[in-house]
């Protein structure tokens, strides 16, 4: 089956840094990719949806400018955060769906902890 | 705008017992589609059972099935012989079949955290 990959699966930094997160769609084309963030025991919250060659469609309350993204192929999106800060510190989870099927395909996850 | 929401925030079943976890949600539209995901201690998102709402049989995949009620707007989710495995959050989600289709953004309800007891 289709799988999506993410890297890295866990990644620490300081405070003010910025951390770049990928998200691969390794047997298929996406041309749209999702970004949720999720905090422990809750749900997922979508931040953005990713669409290749063009600007991401930020969610409502989403910073575009501390959350960038980019889709720059038909497989890989990044999501960076920059200036990160403590309360930036969360779980980072993609997804990807293929054109006409109506199943999205999720990555393992990226935990962040920004000291 | 479509809502998706679980109630109940826990619960647990006896291994070998069947249990069913309740969704309900709320939309103006017709098309759509509703999903159940599984998310274990590994954070990994899984696909139990989708159902298309314009098809009036409910969803089966082996020990999951769905009661499906488009006019309560009610997709609640049995599973049947419960086993350790099924220990896990499960979240109900909501995707509109208009424009987009699967590039529609999914809506999540707030997640149940089951356990399963030996």
């Known amino acids: 089956g289709a799988v999506v990959s993410q890297h890295p699966s866990w990644v620490i930094c300081k405070s003010g840094t910025s951390v770049k997160i990928e998200c691969r769609s390794l047997d298929f084309q996406a041309t749209t990719m999702f970004w949720y963030r999720q905090f422990p025991k809750q749900s997922l919250m979508l931040m953005a949806t990713s669409n290749e060659g063009s600007k991401a469609t930020y969610e409502q309350g989403v910073e575009k400018d501390k959350f960038l993204i980019n889709h720059a192929s038909l497989t890989l999106s990044t999501l960076t955060v920059t200036s990160a800060h403590p309360e930036d510190s969360s779980f980072y989870i993609c997804?990807?769906?293929?054109?006409?099927?109506?199943?999205?395909?999720f990555g393992p996850g990226t935990r962040l902890t920004v000291l | 705008a479509q809502t998706v929401t679980q109630s109940q925030p826990e619960m647990s079943v006896q291994e070998a017992e069947t249990v069913t976890l309740s969704c309900t949600y709320d939309t103006s539209e017709s098309d759509y589609y509703l999903f159940w995901y599984k998310q274990p201690p590994s954070r990994q998102m899984i696909l139990v059972i989708r159902q298309e709402a314009y098809k009036q049989q409910n969803a089966t995949e082996n020990r999951f099935s769905v009661n499906f009620q488009k006019a309560a707007k009610s997709f609640s989710l049995k599973i049947s012989d419960s086993q350790l495995g099924d220990a896990a959050m499960y979240f109900c989600a909501y995707r509109s079949a208009g424009r987009g289709g699967a590039n529609s953004k999914l809506t999540f309800g707030k997640g149940i955290t089951l356990s399963v007891r030996p």
């Open positions: 997804s990807a769906s293929i054109p006409g099927a109506l199943k999205e395909y």
